[in-house]
């Protein structure tokens, strides 16, 4: 079982499929540890609710990024955390925390991240809010690796769809987030397969 642990600032809609993933097995890991920035987020009461440690790590209580960072790699490395999943967690991360995670045998650290649009065209927050802004046809959900920019990490897998006429910012995100729900979890087990069998090359 992989040990995953899953960073959160908002609702936390991707953790609940992300935990329930694990429970029906289409994950074969298990969320050891939830880490939240942001005090009242609906992902802390989903973790606390599901028996997950959770870190409230307000980045705003801390005098640096590295500071803040530091607390968080204290806790990954407590609870023996192997994968992080950003599902909406709104910091970049820095190299002491990239470095933390960097993965000599997959040349990149160990850390995927969920994008609501094609990272190509649009890096940064509430992507289905500039696709409507910017009267795009199409849009797309994509989960990639992450690096010290933002959202410019290696694509693992992307969804495109189309953005209707009568679309709403409400009502493309209900779309794009259903799509992120299916997609995310396959995702996070693709790498897990990965790792697993980069794990097996070095031992052989
Ligand atoms: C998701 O829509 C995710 O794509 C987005 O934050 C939302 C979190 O929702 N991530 C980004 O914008 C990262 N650039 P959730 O808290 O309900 O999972």
Redesign the pocket.
């Known amino acids: 079982m992989t040990r995953l642990a899953v960073f959160?600032?908002?609702?936390?809609?991707?953790?609940?499929?992300i935990l329930a993933a694990c429970q029906q097995g289409t994950i074969a890991g298990s969320v050891v540890l939830v880490v939240c920035n942001e005090p009242g987020?609906?992902?802390v009461g989903i973790a606390r609710m599901a028996g997950i440690p959770v870190l409230i790590a307000d980045h705003r209580d801390y005098p640096s990024r590295v500071a803040h960072e530091r607390a968080i790699v204290h806790a990954l490395d407590e609870h023996q955390v192997i994968l992080v999943v950003?599902?909406?967690?709104?910091r970049l991360l820095s190299p002491f925390l990239l470095g933390y995670l960097y993965d000599p045998r997959m040349k990149q650290s160990r850390v995927i991240?969920?994008?609501?649009t094609d990272p190509a065209l649009y890096?940064?927050?509430?992507?289905?809010a500039w696709a409507i802004a910017t009267g795009q046809t199409a849009t797309a959900?994509t989960v990639q690796y992450v690096d010290e920019g933002?959202?410019t990490g290696r694509i693992i897998l992307q969804e495109a769809f189309a953005v209707l006429l009568e679309d709403t910012v409400e009502t493309l995100?209900a779309r794009?987030?259903a799509i992120?729900h299916r997609l995310f979890p396959r995702a996070i087990q693709h790498v897990v397969d990965r790792m697993g069998s980069r794990l097996s090359c070095a031992a052989s």
Not at 8 to 17: D, E, M, P, T, V
Not at 113 to 116: E, R
Not at 123 to 128: E, R, S, T, V
């Open positions: 959160a600032s908002g609702k936390g809609s991707n953790l609940a499929r987020a609906g992902a950003l599902a909406g967690y709104m991240s969920i994008h609501p890096q940064g927050p509430a992507g289905y959900v933002m959202d995100k794009g987030q992120e």
